[in-house]
């Protein structure tokens, strides 16, 4: 092999990390410049175009990323995130202001403030001021990740256990940014069915807490003080099943990409609960708690980053090829 073909190759070995659109349109465009640039006899790229070929490759495959995020499919996911989100943690905040059995209740001034961030952000997001309710998105998220941040001193672990819900926080602070600009996305279908189910799900939480106050001990059976049969679990499969029907009217594309956008928060409960179980036991049985070092942070900071990446990659492979498979069921069929 020559030092010409064996130049030749890598280039194109190089050039498989660019979309493969991009290579049929400019690859023998690009390759024709970076053989003419070459040195007499030189069979390896140097390392500056591998440099610039790679990180050329990651910008033109961030481009297609970002335009295809711009479509209508994922508006109107982000729409139904957006919504749905807010909703949520709206619930999960008048949850907080709910008195538990056997223990002193008192509401304080924050515990009224975070339900009432979210209620201003949804009511703005339902009646089309979108700049206004990114606004409220953003200050809500932000409080609710100093609420959370005050706890880390210390119970780091408590942190951990909440680092979901700050996950949904960002993710419908994020949303509605993206949505305030651009064309009003469509509202999702069946959102009301969402709050049916965030409804019901409400219901089996205080079902659950107020279970031995109001129906006694007799209405359960008990295993070591403990609820074997807990009256909220029947509520919870049926707020899981409206919550399923309400994800499922929405169009095809719109489903792939709400679990996409949804993705990071599955993705960070998983870590927390598999990857830092032993951190979290072992932080609680010392006197002083055990703090995060920084490669754990990097992990929690990473993961829905990650996760939301891969999902966006996995999405637009599996509609790529679903679209092929669909043009050559045409062609057989003409």
Known sequence: MTAHDELEGSYRRLMAAYPR???REYEDEMLGVLMAAAEPGQRRPGVRDRADLLVNALAVRLRGWVGDLGDDAWRRAASAVQLVGALFLLAVGLRALLPVPMLHWSASAPDVARPAGWAI???????????????????AAAFEF???????DFSP????????????????????VWLARGERAAAPRGFWWFGAALAVAAGAR???????????????????????????GPLQLIAVVLAGW?????DGPV??????????????????????????????????????????????????VVTFALAVVLLHRWERLSTLVELGRQAEKG
């Open 255 to 304: 489903r792939r990409r709400i679990l996409a956008l949804t993705a990071p928060v599955a993705a960070i409960a998983a870590v927390v609960t598999y990857g830092f179980a032993g951190f979290m036991f072992s932080s609680q049985q010392f006197p002083s708690p055990v703090l995060l070092v920084p490669a754990q942070w990097v992990v929690l900071v990473a993961t829905p």
């Open 21 to 23: 659109r991009h290579r």
């Open 157 to 176: 672990s408590q942190v951990l256990q909440a680092s979901w819900l700050l996950t949904v926080a960002l993710l419908v602070a994020l949303t509605s």
């Open 206 to 232: 205080a079902a659950d807490l107020y279970q031995g106050r109001f129906f006694g001990p007799t209405w359960a059976i008990t295993l070591d003080d403990q609820f074997a049969f807990r009256i909220g």
């Open 146 to 152: 100093v609420r959370v941040a005050r706890w880390y």
């Open 246 to 250: 309400a994800w499922w009217r929405q």
């Open 121 to 139: 952000a949804l009511t703005l997001a339902l009646v089309g001021r979108r700049r206004v309710a990114a606004a409220a998105a953003v200050a």
